[in-house]
């Protein structure tokens, strides 16, 4: 009793002024309101996730005994799956509602690919992703397709940019001095910059079109909140920085923004032993924040 009081504490201390609402993915998967409160479960472990603009969520889903290469459903706010694509290999990594009405996913396996699946289940669009293939589990994490229709993909140790044609034309490797230089997200911004964190790492570097470094955080810049193996990213239209802390546990933040000289200007946490894997940012009515990278 003493330790669940301690960890409610915990999750109210961390709560501000400038309180966010979000969509929580991970081993728990729910909507967290600005107070801290769980609104909606879905009772599935998830690697991303998004709410849809008709209110429906899509989920890409952990290998399980239904779905054993993982999956990407569409489930209404009562748990009805109304869409699924069933993973093919070893795991689906990412799922995006494209504004096409496809949905683009990352498979991991023998064949690592990416895809884009229209939602009669038909493949729209197929690229292989290169990399090693006696680790599915390392191959790919958070992929996005950018405006100009190329797709931007966290590699292992590398970021790659995909053309349509599935050539490889930007690169960018994790700095040689990480002792484990993973990278998981990867955003890029109209100026040009991406924006990538660096797992075990612990560390978030953005750097320009040609792969110069020209911010960056690291682990003990923010007094009293540790960068703890970096996952998920946000970038947000005033320069401020949202970024999930997986290894995090109570009373560390799971959940930070920052701004861009590093001031932290709001945390999260709760009593779970569970991480936060990715997230989206609601605004007060819970649809997704406009203007947010991620």
């Given at each position: 009793?003493?330790?669940?009081?301690?960890?409610?504490?915990?999750?109210?201390?961390?709560?501000?002024?400038?309180?966010?609402?979000?969509?929580?993915?991970?081993?728990?998967?729910?909507?967290?309101?600005?107070?801290?409160?769980?609104?909606?479960?879905?009772?599935?472990?998830?690697?991303?996730?998004?709410?849809?603009?008709?209110?429906?969520?899509?989920?890409?889903?952990?290998?399980?005994?239904?779905?054993?290469?993982?999956?990407?459903?569409?489930?209404?706010?009562?748990?009805?799956?109304?869409?699924e694509y069933k993973g093919t290999q070893s795991e689906v990594n990412t799922a995006v509602l494209l504004?096409?009405?496809?949905?683009?996913?990352?498979?991991?396996?023998?064949?690592?690919?990416?895809?884009?699946?229209?939602?009669?289940?038909?493949?729209?669009?197929?690229?292989?992703?290169?990399?090693?293939?006696?680790n599915h589990h390392m191959q790919s994490r958070m992929a996005r397709k950018l405006p100009n229709g190329?797709?931007?993909?966290?590699?292992?140790?590398?970021?790659?940019?995909?053309?349509?044609?599935?050539?490889?034309?930007?690169?960018?490797?994790?700095?040689?001095?990480?002792?484990?230089?993973?990278?998981?997200?990867?955003?890029?911004?109209?100026?040009?910059?991406?924006?990538?964190?660096?797992?075990?790492?612990?560390?978030?570097?953005?750097?320009?079109?040609?792969?110069?470094?020209?911010?960056?955080?690291?682990?003990?810049?923010?007094?009293?909140?540790?960068?703890?193996?970096?996952?998920?990213?946000?970038?947000?239209?005033?320069?401020?920085?949202?970024?999930?802390?997986?290894?995090?546990?109570?009373?560390?933040?799971?959940?930070?923004?920052?701004?861009?000289?590093?001031?932290?200007?709001?945390?999260?946490?709760?009593?779970?032993?569970?991480?936060?894997?990715?997230?989206?940012?609601?605004?007060?009515?819970?649809?997704?924040?406009?203007g947010v990278l991620r």
């Open positions: 009793m003493i330790r669940t009081l301690f960890c409610l504490l915990c999750a109210t201390l961390t709560l501000n002024a400038a309180d966010r609402s979000f969509l929580m993915l991970g081993g728990l998967t729910q909507i967290i309101d600005a107070s801290g409160k769980a609104t909606w479960k879905y009772p599935a472990v998830t690697r991303d996730g998004y709410i849809l603009p008709n209110g429906n969520l899509l989920l890409t889903l952990s290998k399980t005994k239904a779905y054993p290469g993982g999956a990407v459903v569409e489930v209404t706010r009562d748990q009805k799956v109304v869409w504004d096409n009405g496809n949905v683009m996913l990352t498979e991991a396996g023998d064949k690592p690919r990416l895809l884009e699946v229209a939602r009669d289940g038909s493949i729209k669009v197929e690229i292989a992703l290169g990399c090693q293939i006696t190329h797709y931007l993909v966290p590699q292992e140790k590398t970021v790659r940019e995909y053309d349509a044609a599935g050539k490889v034309v930007w690169e960018r490797k994790s700095p040689e001095s990480e002792l484990d230089n993973r990278s998981f997200c990867c955003l890029r911004n109209a100026a040009g910059h991406t924006l990538i964190s660096l797992t075990l790492g612990n560390h978030i570097i953005e750097v320009d079109a040609s792969g110069k470094i020209v911010w960056e955080l690291r682990d003990g810049e923010l007094p009293g909140v540790p960068v703890n193996r970096t996952t998920a990213l946000s970038w947000l239209p005033n320069g401020n920085i949202v970024f999930s802390n997986y290894a995090a546990r109570a009373p560390q933040a799971k959940v930070v923004e920052i701004t861009r000289n590093k001031k932290v200007v709001w945390t999260y946490t709760d009593g779970s032993n569970q991480g936060v894997h990715e997230f989206q940012l609601l605004d007060e009515a819970g649809k997704p924040l406009a």
